[in-house]
């Protein structure tokens, strides 16, 4: 079973950084892809990315684009999410996503994901 753990969260200032990284336990997907939900809002994609193997194209919701980056290292078996430029609104549980398959197609569906992560928490304040 895979399992993926995400790290990283915390609180910053609106217009700071922060890093969050998901580490696979068993093997990395071809896919992976972070998500976020807000209090009271849906989940939805924030970046994926495929593995190198397949080409290591990325995905970016117009939200974050210019401002996040996602990247992954499959021999160690984590995707990383550096964010810069924090706004208030990018406060929200961030979880990790993966699954077998390129990304096209299949981000920003939260149903074409089958394993998640349990989520870290980015509170962002002005």
């Known amino acids: 079973q895979v399992l993926l753990v995400e790290s990283g969260g915390g609180s910053v200032q609106a217009g700071g950084s922060l890093r969050l990284t998901c580490a696979a336990s068993v093997y990395t997907y071809e896919c992976m892809a972070w998500f976020r939900q807000a209090p009271g809002k849906e989940r939805e994609g924030v970046a994926a990315?495929?593995?190198?193997?397949?080409?290591?194209?990325?995905h970016y919701a117009d939200s974050v684009k210019g401002r996040f980056t996602i990247s992954r290292d499959d021999a160690k078996k984590t995707i990383s999410l550096q964010m810069t430029s924090l706004e208030n609104e990018d406060t929200a549980m961030y979880y990790c996503?993966?699954?077998?398959?390129?990304?096209?197609?299949?981000?920003?569906?939260?149903?074409?994901?089958?394993?998640w992560g349990q989520g870290t928490q980015v509170t962002v304040s002005s």
């Open positions: 990315i495929d593995s190198g193997r397949i080409g290591g194209g990325t």
């Open positions: 996503a993966a699954d077998g398959g390129v990304c096209a197609g299949r981000w920003p569906r939260i149903s074409q994901f089958y394993y």
